[in-house]
């Protein structure tokens, strides 16, 4: 009973999240300006350009996990690795952050790879990561602060008048995703201490998290890790070209836009359904997009990327059911 519990909680809360918030932000919306939007007034052009650079993202970060593994005795087969973060992305959507241990399963049943380092290697792994958003955090606030100071300099526009544009339900938004997000962190901690109960696994668990010291070629692995990101930026931003009042916004405007999505989606909702929508919504807005355009925008941005992440793992179950186990 206690895990049937905690098996809702785990599917059911993010959902509740999500949906909360997209009622929230989209309660008494003009939804056929969205039919019009999809029906000819974005550019379905770019669109498209955009989707190979999201499937681009997760073979780089399979080639990556993959020479992670090569210092522990792990060789996976390379369509195994990526049939695996295809799964683990697209599972992700029902119970967020579950991939993470799925994909290790996955190695484990067909390559025979040992679970606990793999589960090592990918922490491993999302440490490189959010040093890499760090960076790119870091690079979009000194590119852009001339931006801003122009902004607020031509348009008189003031910190204060910006943060009064919060409703209450915004800054209830957002502190909420902030303690959800410090709530998900301490949760993964846990587990890995669950899972390190036992010498054995402890030593397994520490074995992965080192393997990027030992890694071989290094510098394909820090190559592997900027496609990952390039790409993601490359499938975020080429979206802008879709729409009028985000094309001529800019590569820059892009990069703020992105490196907020991504710290919006650390919150637990699937695809970081919700947060997302609202960071991106909120960030176009301070570049002069209407709140409606900005809505619709994230609207059908997300909804075709989460598609893509489907679609893709649907391609990786009948592909792994193909696949001979070693």
Request: charged share 15%.
């Amino acid at each position: 009973m206690k895990k049937l519990l905690n098996n809702i909680l785990k599917i059911g809360l993010p959902l509740v999240l999500a949906g909360s918030i997209l009622w929230w932000m989209y309660r008494g919306f003009d939804w056929e300006a969205v039919r019009r939007a999809l029906s000819g007034e974005m550019s379905w052009t770019w669109m498209i350009l955009s989707l190979p650079f999201g499937i681009s993202a997760q073979v780089f970060r399979a080639l990556r996990w993959r020479q992670a593994l090569e210092p522990l005795g792990d060789r996976p087969r390379l369509h195994t690795c990526i049939n695996a973060i295809f799964l683990s992305y697209a599972s992700s959507l029902v119970v967020p952050r579950v991939g993470e241990f799925l994909r290790c399963g996955v190695l484990k049943r067909y390559d025979g790879v040992n679970f606990s380092r793999s589960v090592g290697t990918v922490v491993s792994e999302r440490v490189v990561d959010m040093l890499m958003v760090l960076l790119l955090a870091l690079i979009t606030v000194l590119l852009q602060i001339p931006v801003f100071r122009h902004f607020f300099s031509t348009t008189g526009v003031t910190l204060d008048s910006l943060l009064s544009r919060f409703s209450p339900a915004g800054y209830a938004v957002t502190v909420v995703s902030g303690v959800l997000i410090i709530a998900t962190v301490l949760v993964l901690v846990y587990r890995l201490n669950m899972l390190g109960r036992t010498k054995a696994i402890l030593r397994d668990l520490r074995d992965g998290l080192l393997s990027i010291r030992l890694v071989r070629h290094k510098w394909l692995f820090w190559g592997n890790s900027i496609g990952i990101w390039a790409s993601y930026y490359l499938h975020f931003y080429l979206t802008f070209m879709c729409f009028g009042y985000t094309e001529h916004l800019g590569a820059a405007c892009a990069l703020v836009a992105f490196v907020v999505g991504c710290f919006a989606v650390l919150v637990p909702t699937p695809n970081g359904a919700g947060p997302w929508h609202f960071a991106v919504k909120t960030i176009l807005m301070l570049y002069g997009v209407s709140g409606t355009d900005g809505a619709i925008y994230a609207l059908i941005v997300h909804t075709l990327q989460t598609l893509l992440v489907l679609a893709l793992g649907l391609y990786s179950l009948v592909a792994l059911a193909l696949t001979r186990k070693v």
